[in-house]
């Protein structure tokens, strides 16, 4: 039992030698954050670099750092209005991109080393039916989670309007909104990473039955598969944000501590990724061996039944 | 019943009030002129949210001048439906709270009877007026004629009955649950103010409409106040706890207040009643004290400060935040005391208000404050270093001076009580936590009061001037700004220029004189000006009666080589060639030439922007790390500067102290020429590429983030 437990999770971080897969996702990541922070820099420039307040910023001089802070905002308000939308955009283009390569890391993983036309091939070939399946999942994500939060908030208004705040009741029933919601989260998402990794098994299936399969896949390992999922959240989570974290807390006034500061950075853009390929690693081992069943279980047969040939016809 | 007398009782209260303070000139809080004394009994019916009460009003006429007519506040009809002035100009919500829309959230009083001096009742003569022009169903300023005109300095005592339905809190006052907040709750009359009171030409009502955006004002006097409710409350109220009274299942709290302006109150059956003192000798720390001394010029023991009876009010589940209150109320206790005067009274509540009626808090009454709602959510590692509970503690215990004893007129002049505390807490509040008092984060970053307050002064148009009656703003956010934000930051300009000295003198001498009673702009600025010496009109025309703008920048700054003569030239002793300056033989090698050290012009031009004409300090610091201060004469608009030196001119800055907090832009005071050197070395470039880092590191998380849709 332990063996079968661990097994999808040990091949997941043994999927983390893919190292290609990770820097180019953290590749990616860093070039959308590029982009998307580029209208701030000339305002760095013409107020950070050419005025004091670099200087009070970077030394966090007392007083003076944070009203050159606050005043850096409302100097360069539109900079920074130019900023969030192209980094909204560029979310966008990172959700695209991840569309794309799910695509081709699916094919690859497990299978030993791969040059990146294998890994953009399958990608390629993949791609409107990892956005079918987004789109899918979304639906699903925004229908369920509207009816259990929108549900939950006015069952809650409705139950506990008299009881103060600090009632067990109030503690509760918010606790319950927070993980009910998670566990919805993490149940799509486990179908919705099955559904595009069907295509590893079944190159042509179609979007709705990719589904199929991946409900199949799953059924009678829910626990499983959710604890591994959870496994990978919290993996990837505390990488993720200690290093996040850790790159806040460094001062990083001269040079070489800024350079380190933006190692740190990177780090923490690596670890999401690295996350990412190891949960994928996880899935393949997780699905292959139920993938045969699993894709039975899609195939549509109809049947046409021989109609027995009308009395006194005889046959030839 | 009511009585009439027209004895004269004024030259008697003066006489004794110029001879105590004759007694102790150094004594903060000189007794208040008695106008009113309250005595009220009311009932609280727990379930149908309502009050029942009698009160018996004793008024004295404080002018020369008869009165036919008596003002009154029933201010608890500013709740009373949708076509309020309050809820007109609110739009029914007010600092982020809505007021609720079902038929059990309305509030509303009924003055029921009013019997004046011959037994007659005045109610149905009485009638609901619009002093300010405001929405004619608007029924919280009552009139009420009189039979016979009070005469000058005679008083009136009238007996009325009340009954009144609180409102669900939203703004201040009412109730949530079984919590009850309950403030501007009875019939109070209002400020009649003779001729020369706050640059008055004539006496008359100083009576407003409860608005969106005004505070309180009315007479200091004496109360006595009886509040019953169902025993199984707790309750707390203006003023100090005389008896306690069963009577089945009901218990009478009565309290007194003398020298007071106001009575507010709270019941609840779940609070957490903690009571502490504040004992001088532990909770003032000796530096604190002596910082005080040195700034009032005054000996420590001149500034003794006086025990104190608290009581914190804690709701439950709010336990976390027992020290904080407690501590930060001392603090302010030993602030205010220390530097403006000792608290007079025995006794201060400070309340926690539950976190679904936050609409109760941050608000003052006498001897009696709401603090900010404690969530939780504040007493986590991350968020325990935002200082909202101090802030909120030490600005509304702040208000027992700015509004509480030094009486001003908040619906007029609203700047001289939320405005002048803001300043006293910043003061406060850095004096207990540094430079960051307002908030400090992990990673050592954090913020002051003092940014945050230009922040809000630079983020906002400058529409208003400081001075303008509460409701004759252009805007709510202008009312605040002009109200609390940007006197602070007048305040602190004052400072820094009349120094720390004389600014805390002056101040304290501003409370000392105006100690219960009700000045005005102008009192202020005469109190000013007396103790520092300097004429200070600018400062009233430009930035409190004006919306005078300062905003001193580095215009332009550039550094080149010193060029000197070169060339062939006809002088009085005949033809030369120079070479640098220097007189060569034109046969002369060119390498056998003397090398001249180099030399540098530096100009600078830094201007005014604004259009309120102050001086400035200008500082020009150069690569080998020379610096050169110029004071910029306060009539100037600009000024260019020319400096020859061996080396380059690394920044230059205008104001690099920080001295003028009225400056609108600080990002446009400095510019930056060279890398630098030595004593002059600036590291902007390096800061520029480490938050261009920072923005892009947050924009790639960002992405990340989205991964879980993808």
């Given at each position: 039992?332990?063996?079968?437990?661990?097994?999808?999770?040990?091949?997941?971080?043994?999927?983390?030698?893919?190292?290609?897969?990770?820097?180019?996702?953290?590749?990616?990541?860093?070039?959308?954050?590029?982009?998307?922070?580029?209208?701030?820099?000339?305002?760095?420039?013409?107020?950070?670099?050419?005025?004091?307040?670099?200087?009070?910023?970077?030394?966090?001089?007392?007083?003076?750092?944070?009203?050159?802070?606050?005043?850096?905002?409302?100097?360069?308000?539109?900079?920074?209005?130019?900023?969030?939308?192209?980094?909204?955009?560029?979310?966008?283009?990172?959700?695209?991109?991840?569309?794309?390569?799910?695509?081709?890391?699916?094919?690859?993983?497990?299978?030993?080393?791969?040059?990146?036309?294998?890994?953009?091939?399958?990608?390629?070939?993949?791609?409107?039916?990892?956005?079918?399946?987004?789109?899918?999942?979304?639906?699903?994500?925004?229908?369920?989670?509207?009816?259990?939060?929108?549900?939950?908030?006015?069952?809650?208004?409705?139950?506990?309007?008299?009881?103060?705040?600090?009632?067990?009741?109030?503690?509760?029933?918010?606790?319950?909104?927070?993980?009910?919601?998670?566990?919805?989260?993490?149940?799509?998402?486990?179908?919705?990473?099955?559904a595009?990794?069907a295509?590893?098994f079944s190159p042509t299936i179609g979007a709705w039955r990719s589904f199929r399969f991946a409900r199949a896949a799953?059924a009678?390992?829910?626990?499983?598969?959710?604890?591994?999922?959870?496994?990978?959240?919290?993996?990837?989570?505390?990488?993720?944000?200690?290093?996040?974290?850790?790159?806040?807390?460094?001062?990083?006034?001269?040079?070489?501590?800024?350079?380190?500061?933006?190692?740190?950075?990177?780090?923490?853009?690596?670890?999401?990724?690295?996350?990412?390929?190891?949960?994928?690693?996880?899935?393949?081992?997780?699905?292959?061996?139920r993938a045969r069943r699993a894709a039975a279980s899609t195939v549509r047969i109809r049947y046409t039944v021989a109609q027995?040939?009308?009395?006194?016809?005889?046959?030839? | 019943?009511?009585?009439?007398?027209?004895?004269?009782?004024?030259?008697?209260?003066?006489?004794?009030?110029?001879?105590?303070?004759?007694?102790?000139?150094?004594?903060?809080?000189?007794?208040?002129?008695?106008?009113?004394?309250?005595?009220?009994?009311?009932?609280?019916?727990?379930?149908?949210?309502?009050?029942?009460?009698?009160?018996?009003?004793?008024?004295?006429?404080?002018?020369?001048?008869?009165?036919?007519?008596?003002?009154?506040?029933?201010?608890?009809?500013?709740?009373?439906?949708?076509?309020?002035?309050?809820?007109?100009?609110?739009?029914?919500?007010?600092?982020?709270?809505?007021?609720?829309?079902?038929?059990?959230?309305?509030?509303?009083?009924?003055?029921?009877?009013?019997?004046?001096?011959?037994?007659?009742?005045?109610?149905?003569?009485?009638?609901?007026?619009?002093?300010?022009?405001?929405?004619?169903?608007?029924?919280?300023?009552?009139?009420?004629?009189?039979?016979?005109?009070?005469?000058?300095?005679?008083?009136?005592?009238?007996?009325?009955?009340?009954?009144?339905?609180?409102?669900?809190?939203?703004?201040?006052?009412?109730?949530?649950?079984?919590?009850?907040?309950?403030?501007?709750?009875?019939?109070?009359?209002?400020?009649?103010?003779?001729?020369?009171?706050?640059?008055?030409?004539?006496?008359?009502?100083?009576?407003?409409?409860?608005?969106?955006?005004?505070?309180?004002?009315?007479?200091?006097?004496?109360?006595?106040?009886?509040?019953?409710?169902?025993?199984?409350?707790?309750?707390?109220?203006?003023?100090?706890?005389?008896?306690?009274?069963?009577?089945?299942?009901?218990?009478?709290?009565?309290?007194?207040?003398?020298?007071?302006?106001?009575?507010?109150?709270?019941?609840?059956?779940?609070?957490?009643?903690?009571?502490?003192?504040?004992?001088?000798?532990?909770?003032?720390?000796?530096?604190?004290?002596?910082?005080?001394?040195?700034?009032?010029?005054?000996?420590?023991?001149?500034?003794?400060?006086?025990?104190?009876?608290?009581?914190?009010?804690?709701?439950?589940?709010?336990?976390?935040?027992?020290?904080?209150?407690?501590?930060?109320?001392?603090?302010?206790?030993?602030?205010?005391?220390?530097?403006?005067?000792?608290?007079?009274?025995?006794?201060?509540?400070?309340?926690?208000?539950?976190?679904?009626?936050?609409?109760?808090?941050?608000?003052?009454?006498?001897?009696?404050?709401?603090?900010?709602?404690?969530?939780?959510?504040?007493?986590?590692?991350?968020?325990?270093?935002?200082?909202?509970?101090?802030?909120?503690?030490?600005?509304?215990?702040?208000?027992?001076?700015?509004?509480?004893?030094?009486?001003?007129?908040?619906?007029?002049?609203?700047?001289?009580?939320?405005?002048?505390?803001?300043?006293?807490?910043?003061?406060?509040?850095?004096?207990?936590?540094?430079?960051?008092?307002?908030?400090?984060?992990?990673?050592?970053?954090?913020?002051?009061?003092?940014?945050?307050?230009?922040?809000?002064?630079?983020?906002?148009?400058?529409?208003?001037?400081?001075?303008?009656?509460?409701?004759?703003?252009?805007?709510?956010?202008?009312?605040?700004?002009?109200?609390?934000?940007?006197?602070?930051?007048?305040?602190?300009?004052?400072?820094?220029?009349?120094?720390?000295?004389?600014?805390?003198?002056?101040?304290?001498?501003?409370?000392?004189?105006?100690?219960?009673?009700?000045?005005?702009?102008?009192?202020?600025?005469?109190?000013?000006?007396?103790?520092?010496?300097?004429?200070?009109?600018?400062?009233?025309?430009?930035?409190?009666?004006?919306?005078?703008?300062?905003?001193?920048?580095?215009?332009?700054?550039?550094?080149?080589?010193?060029?000197?003569?070169?060339?062939?030239?006809?002088?009085?002793?005949?033809?030369?060639?120079?070479?640098?300056?220097?007189?060569?033989?034109?046969?002369?090698?060119?390498?056998?030439?003397?090398?001249?050290?180099?030399?540098?012009?530096?100009?600078?031009?830094?201007?005014?922007?604004?259009?309120?004409?102050?001086?400035?300090?200008?500082?020009?610091?150069?690569?080998?790390?020379?610096?050169?201060?110029?004071?910029?004469?306060?009539?100037?608009?600009?000024?260019?500067?020319?400096?020859?030196?061996?080396?380059?001119?690394?920044?230059?800055?205008?104001?690099?102290?920080?001295?003028?907090?009225?400056?609108?832009?600080?990002?446009?005071?400095?510019?930056?020429?060279?890398?630098?050197?030595?004593?002059?070395?600036?590291?902007?470039?390096?800061?520029?590429?480490?938050?261009?880092?920072?923005?892009?590191?947050?924009?790639?998380?960002?992405?990340?983030?989205?991964?879980?849709?993808?």
């Amino acid at each position: 039992m332990m063996i079968d437990e661990r097994g999808p999770f040990a091949r997941g971080l043994d999927a983390l030698s893919h190292w290609k897969l990770v820097f180019l996702l953290t590749l990616v990541s860093a070039i959308l954050g590029i982009s998307g922070a580029s209208p701030i820099y000339p305002a760095l420039e013409e107020h950070v670099a050419d005025t004091l307040a670099g200087d009070h910023m970077i030394r966090n001089a007392p007083t003076l750092a944070p009203a050159d802070v606050l005043d850096f905002v409302k100097e360069t308000a539109p900079a920074i209005a130019g900023a969030r939308a192209a980094s909204r955009w560029a979310g966008l283009l990172g959700i695209a991109i991840q569309i794309f390569l799910a695509g081709g890391i699916i094919g690859v993983l497990g299978r030993g080393p791969f040059g990146f036309g294998q890994l953009f091939e399958p990608a390629r070939r993949n791609f409107w039916h990892n956005a079918k399946c987004c789109l899918i999942f979304l639906c699903a994500l925004f229908i369920a989670l509207s009816v259990w939060v929108g549900g939950g908030f006015y069952a809650r208004r409705k139950m506990f309007a008299t009881s103060p705040p600090d009632a067990a009741s109030h503690r509760v029933s918010w606790w319950v909104l927070v993980v009910g919601a998670f566990l919805i989260y993490a149940v799509l998402s486990i179908l919705y990473d099955f559904a595009r990794a069907a295509r590893r098994f079944s190159p042509t299936i179609g979007a709705w039955r990719s589904f199929r399969f991946a409900r199949a896949a799953v059924a009678g390992a829910w626990g499983r598969a959710i604890r591994i999922w959870i496994a990978w959240f919290v993996l990837g989570g505390i990488g993720w944000i200690g290093l996040l974290f850790a790159a806040w807390l460094m001062p990083a006034v001269s040079l070489p501590a800024v350079l380190v500061n933006f190692a740190v950075m990177l780090a923490a853009l690596a670890a999401r990724s690295a996350a990412r390929v190891g949960e994928w690693g996880s899935w393949i081992a997780f699905l292959e061996p139920r993938a045969r069943r699993a894709a039975a279980s899609t195939v549509r047969i109809r049947y046409t039944v021989a109609q027995a040939p009308p009395p006194g016809i005889q046959a030839l | 019943m009511g009585k009439f007398s027209g004895r004269s009782w004024m030259p008697a209260a003066l006489a004794a009030a110029a001879a105590l303070a004759a007694a102790n000139a150094s004594a903060a809080a000189p007794p208040s002129p008695r106008i009113v004394d309250y005595r009220i009994q009311v009932a609280l019916d727990p379930d149908r949210k309502t009050l029942e009460g009698t009160e018996h009003l004793v008024w004295r006429n404080p002018s020369g001048d008869p009165i036919p007519e008596l003002r009154f506040h029933t201010y608890l009809n500013a709740f009373k439906n949708n076509r309020t002035t309050f809820m007109l100009e609110s739009g029914g919500q007010l600092r982020g709270d809505e007021a609720g829309s079902d038929p059990e959230d309305w509030g509303w009083i009924d003055v029921l009877s009013m019997v004046g001096p011959d037994g007659r009742d005045l109610r149905p003569s009485s009638r609901f007026v619009q002093p300010d022009g405001n929405a004619p169903s608007d029924e919280t300023v009552l009139a009420v004629p009189l039979a016979a005109p009070v005469p000058p300095h005679g008083e009136i005592a009238l007996d009325i009955k009340f009954h009144a339905k609180l409102p669900r809190v939203f703004a201040r006052t009412g109730f949530v649950r079984d919590y009850f907040l309950v403030g501007q709750w009875f019939p109070k009359i209002g400020v009649y103010e003779p001729a020369g009171v706050r640059e008055r030409k004539s006496g008359g009502w100083n009576c407003h409409a409860f608005h969106a955006n005004s505070e309180f004002y009315a007479d200091y006097g004496n109360w006595d106040v009886s509040i019953d409710v169902p025993s199984k409350f707790v309750v707390g109220a203006t003023g100090k706890r005389v008896s306690e009274t069963k009577n089945g299942a009901r218990t009478t709290y009565r309290y007194v207040q003398d020298n007071v302006h106001d009575f507010a109150w709270t019941a609840d059956p779940r609070w957490i009643s903690i009571e502490f003192p504040f004992d001088p000798v532990k909770d003032v720390r000796p530096e604190w004290t002596a910082k005080a001394a040195e700034e009032l010029g005054m000996d420590a023991h001149e500034l003794a400060l006086k025990p104190i009876a608290c009581r914190l009010l804690l709701q439950p589940g709010h336990e976390w935040a027992r020290d904080r209150y407690i501590a930060s109320t001392k603090l302010g206790i030993a602030f205010y005391g220390l530097w403006y005067g000792a608290y007079p009274y025995e006794t201060l509540t400070v309340v926690d208000p539950p976190d679904d009626a936050t609409g109760s808090g941050g608000m003052e009454y006498p001897t009696f404050i709401t603090g900010d709602a404690a969530s939780p959510i504040f007493d986590h590692w991350f968020s325990r270093g935002i200082r909202g509970i101090e802030l909120v503690t030490v600005h509304e215990y702040g208000h027992q001076y700015w509004y509480g004893m030094v009486g001003s007129n908040e619906f007029e002049e609203s700047w001289l009580d939320e405005g002048l505390n803001d300043d006293s807490e910043h003061r406060a509040m850095s004096l207990a936590y540094g430079p960051r008092d307002t908030a400090t984060f992990p990673g050592g970053i954090g913020v002051d009061s003092i940014s945050l307050a230009h922040a809000e002064y630079a983020h906002q148009p400058n529409l208003d001037p400081i001075r303008r009656c509460a409701w004759c703003f252009a805007t709510g956010g202008s009312y605040a700004i002009n109200s609390y934000p940007k006197v602070g930051l007048f305040m602190a300009q004052l400072k820094n220029d009349l120094g720390p000295r004389r600014f805390t003198r002056a101040q304290r001498e501003y409370f000392r004189r105006w100690s219960f009673r009700h000045p005005g702009t102008k009192d202020f600025f005469d109190t000013f000006e007396d103790v520092s010496g300097r004429d200070l009109s600018t400062y009233r025309r430009n930035v409190v009666e004006g919306t005078g703008l300062l905003d001193w920048s580095v215009v332009s700054a550039k550094t080149t080589r010193a060029e000197s003569d070169d060339g062939v030239f006809d002088r009085a002793g005949g033809r030369v060639t120079l070479d640098d300056g220097r007189e060569v033989s034109p046969s002369a090698a060119k390498g056998s030439r003397p090398k001249k050290p180099k030399s540098y012009v530096s100009i600078v031009l830094v201007g005014n922007l604004g259009d309120w004409a102050h001086g400035a300090v200008a500082r020009l610091v150069f690569e080998d790390g020379a610096v050169v201060e110029r004071r910029i004469p306060a009539a100037a608009k600009w000024v260019r500067y020319r400096a020859t030196s061996g080396s380059r001119l690394a920044y230059a800055v205008v104001d690099p102290e920080r001295a003028n907090t009225w400056d609108r832009d600080r990002l446009n005071d400095s510019k930056v020429l060279g890398t630098g050197k030595g004593a002059a070395d600036t590291i902007g470039g390096r800061a520029a590429v480490k938050y261009g880092g920072w923005a892009s590191f947050l924009s790639a998380v960002w992405t990340q983030i989205l991964w879980a849709l993808a």
